[in-house]
């Protein structure tokens, strides 16, 4: 009886999503709330879901772009991202070391927080070998601190008076993953949206030659580098909606449609992260973490606003 109700509460929770009820943050805290109460029943296909969810929304949001804004805002985040992605890196070899953290542990966590979150740790992970445990402990992590960042850059965005421009791109740089960074400026702005949208899908191409890195760091052979390739399909659907390939109004369906599918992804996010996995990583992998997610903050909102 209490797997039947468990399973209706979490269909009824997607369909209010669905419905555009719920808002990025509630949907991504009854994520949390429901896999507390409930011990999420569908844990297992919530990560597929993730997985692909989050990039037909991407693709989605392409329908509602233009080719000249998204090459523009693309250029004017490029040094940024370059020297953010150099010094995160840099920081999160150093601290590995210093806190004697394990290395492959260690270098998920940096190029999850220095590049896309989840898609850099799933890119890099076969690259280095790494083990099932570790994997899942930087993930975890990783999306404890974006569950974080949903709810505080608002606020300071708006504490901050920072402007759509600014807070798209400071959301793109600084906040780990395209779920969160896409969830945290669809409450501040279609301009910020599409801004951060645009910067963090750039910035995952970064993860290219990243593994080529990692492959010499940890002397690796043989192991195929995974290329982000739905960024073309988002790239296609700005050519089409540049060009006015479709009409209006379906486009704009499409862009709703994928905002809806996001709100379900950040649900599903919620439901995936757990107390019990995070208390059994100790404090040291969470240092690293937090220590490099302020650094790239601060540093990223010093070089916007300067």
Same mark, same amino acid.
């Given at each position: 009886m209490?797997d039947?109700?468990?399973?209706t +509460?979490?269909?009824?929770?997607i369909?209010?999503?669905?419905?555009? +009820?719920l808002?990025?943050p509630?949907a991504?805290?009854?994520? &949390?709330?429901?896999?507390?109460?409930?011990n999420n029943?569908f844990?297992?296909?919530?990560?597929?879901?993730?997985?692909? &969810?989050?990039? $037909?929304s991407?693709?989605g949001?392409?329908? =509602?772009?233009?080719?000249?804004?998204?090459l523009?805002?693309?250029k004017?985040?490029?040094?940024?991202t370059?020297?953010?992605?150099?010094?995160?890196?840099?920081?999160?070899?150093?601290l590995t070391?210093?806190?004697?953290?394990?290395?492959?542990?260690g270098?998920?966590i940096? !190029?999850?927080t220095? $590049?896309?979150?989840g898609?850099?740790?799933?890119a890099?992970?076969?690259? $280095?070998?790494a083990?099932s445990?570790?994997?899942?402990?930087?993930?975890?992590i990783?999306?404890?601190? *974006?569950?974080?960042?949903?709810f505080?850059?608002?606020?300071?965005?708006?504490f901050?008076?920072l402007?759509?421009?600014?807070f =798209?791109? %400071?959301?793109?740089i600084?906040?780990?993953?395209?779920?969160s960074?896409?969830?945290?400026?669809l409450g501040y702005?279609?301009?910020?949206?599409r801004?951060?949208t645009?910067?963090k899908?750039?910035?995952t191409?970064w993860i290219i030659?990243l593994?080529?890195f990692?492959m010499?760091?940890f002397?690796?052979?043989?192991?195929r580098?995974?290329?982000p390739?739905?960024?073309v399909l988002?790239?296609?659907?700005i050519?089409i909606?540049s060009y006015h390939?479709l009409p209006e109004?379906?486009?704009?369906l499409?862009?709703?449609?994928?905002?809806?599918?996001?709100?379900?992804?950040?649900f599903?996010?919620g439901?995936t992260? !757990? $107390?019990?996995d995070?208390?059994s990583?100790?404090m040291k992998p969470?240092?690293?973490a937090?220590?490099l %997610?302020?650094?790239i903050?601060?540093?990223?909102?010093?070089?916007?606003l *300067?």
């Open positions: 209490k039947i109700f468990s399973k +509460v979490y269909v009824l929770i369909t209010l999503a669905l419905l555009g +009820v808002n990025s509630t991504l805290l009854l994520g &949390f709330v429901y896999t507390v109460i409930f029943p844990k297992e296909y919530s990560h597929k879901a993730i997985h692909y &969810f989050l990039k $037909i991407v693709v949001l392409g329908f =509602g772009m233009f080719i000249k804004e998204t523009e805002t693309s004017e985040g490029l040094s940024l370059f020297y953010s992605i150099l010094l995160t890196v840099t920081l999160g070899l150093l070391k210093l806190l004697k953290l394990d290395l492959k542990l270098h998920l940096t !190029s999850g220095a $590049i896309c979150g898609s850099a740790i799933a890099i992970s076969p690259v $280095i070998k083990k445990k570790t994997i899942s402990i930087a993930l975890g990783v999306f404890l601190l *974006n569950s974080i960042a949903l505080v850059f608002p606020a300071i965005g708006h901050l008076s402007t759509q421009e600014q =798209g791109l %400071w959301c793109a600084a906040i780990h993953d395209t779920s960074v896409v969830g945290a400026a702005g279609d301009e910020a949206l801004i951060a645009t910067v899908l750039s910035r191409l030659p593994s080529i990692s010499f760091l002397k690796t052979k043989g192991e580098i995974k290329i390739y739905f960024i988002f790239i296609i659907a050519l909606n390939m109004t379906t486009t704009s499409i862009v709703l449609m994928a905002k809806r599918l996001l709100i379900i992804t950040l599903l996010v439901s992260i !757990s $107390i019990k995070l208390k990583t100790g969470i240092v690293l937090l220590t %997610w302020v650094f903050s601060f540093f990223s909102l010093f070089y916007i *300067n």
